[in-house]
C-alpha cells in the first residue's frame, strides 16, 4: 500500500488533435515538492488543473487519500481546496478578491475553515502578512494597490494561511521581473519546508525546479518523458528533450 498522498495513473486528455495528456501518471508524498516541467503547450498546466480537479480527464483515475478525486461532488472538491488543498495562480489577480482588503483575503481562508472570532482572524492575518514580507500596516489596503509581486506575495498568504497538506502552484513566478522572482523563490522555499507542505509546481524555470523541487517531471507534448530526483535529471538527462531543455539554460 502506498503512502503517497496524491496518486494519478493513466491520464489523457485531447484538445482535437493535440493530445493534451498522453498516458500520464505520477505521485506525491507528504512533504514532498514536485516540480512538472516543460516548454508551452507540453501539458504541464492542464495536468496542473486535471490533477486539482478543475478539470476532467477523458480516461485514468486522480486518487487523494485514497479518494477518487473526479468521482466526489463538487461540493466536496471545494471543501479540499478550502482546507486541505490551496491553489497559487500564475496570475495573482486570479486568486484573490480584488474588492477585499489585504487581510481580508486571508481571512476569507480562515473563516472558509471555520474561524469566527475577528480579533483571532485579524492576529492572525497580520502575521501572515508579517510571514510573506508584506508591511502589516497594508492590512486594510486593496490588493489592486499592491505591485503584481506583492499581490503573488498576498495569494500565497491567503493560500498557506490554513497549512493546507497539498499545494498546487502554476507558475508561480511568471511574469515578474528576475529579481523579484529570486525573492519570491526563497519565500516559498522557506515557508513550505517550515510548513512541511506538499508541493506540485508547474514551471518553465528549470533553475526554480532545481531550488525547489526534490523530485522532477519533464513533459513533452502530453507525456512524461522523464522523471527522478531533481539533481539526477538536471546533472544527468537521460532523454535528448530533457537534454535540449537543460542545454538551452546553460547557454542562456
Not at 478539470?55 to 487519500?65: E, I, K, R
Not at 461532488?73 to 495573482?92: T, Y
Not at 495569494?155 to 497538506?165: C, G, M, N, S, Y
Amino acid at each position: 500500500m502506498s503512502d503517497a498522498l496524491m496518486q494519478a495513473s493513466g491520464l489523457t486528455l485531447r484538445f482535437g488533435a493535440v493530445a493534451a495528456l498522453d498516458d500520464v501518471a505520477l505521485e506525491i508524498h507528504p512533504g514532498e515538492v514536485v516540480a512538472i516541467v516543460g516548454e508551452s503547450g507540453s501539458g504541464k498546466t492542464t495536468l496542473l488543473r486535471v490533477l486539482a480537479g478543475m478539470m476532467a480527464p477523458a480516461s485514468g483515475q486522480v486518487l487523494y487519500a485514497g479518494e477518487d478525486v473526479h468521482a466526489m461532488g463538487e461540493s466536496a472538491r471545494r471543501r479540499l481546496m478550502r482546507s486541505e488543498w490551496g491553489f497559487v495562480h500564475q496570475n495573482p489577480r486570479d486568486g484573490l478578491r480584488l474588492r477585499v482588503s489585504a487581510g481580508g483575503n486571508v481571512g476569507e481562508r480562515l473563516m472558509a475553515a471555520g474561524a469566527r472570532h475577528y480579533g483571532g482572524i485579524r492576529a492572525e492575518a497580520i502575521e501572515w502578512l508579517k510571514r510573506v514580507e508584506i508591511d502589516p500596516a497594508r492590512i486594510d489596503d486593496m490588493p489592486e494597490k499592491f505591485s503584481g509581486g506583492m499581490q503573488q506575495r498576498l495569494q500565497i498568504a491567503r493560500t498557506l494561511v490554513t497549512q493546507p497538506k497539498l499545494v498546487f502552484m502554476d507558475e508561480p513566478t511568471g511574469g515578474l521581473d528576475v529579481s523579484v522572482q529570486a525573492k519570491l523563490l526563497d519565500l516559498i522555499r522557506a515557508l513550505v519546508a517550515e510548513l512541511g507542505l506538499a508541493v506540485l509546481i508547474v514551471t518553465h524555470d528549470i533553475a526554480a525546479a532545481r531550488l525547489l523541487a526534490h523530485r522532477i517531471l519533464v513533459m513533452r507534448r502530453g507525456q512524461v518523458v522523464e522523471q527522478g530526483l531533481v539533481d539526477r535529471v538536471l546533472d544527468d538527462p537521460q532523454h535528448p528533450y530533457t537534454q535540449l531543455l537543460v542545454s538551452s539554460v546553460l547557454a542562456a
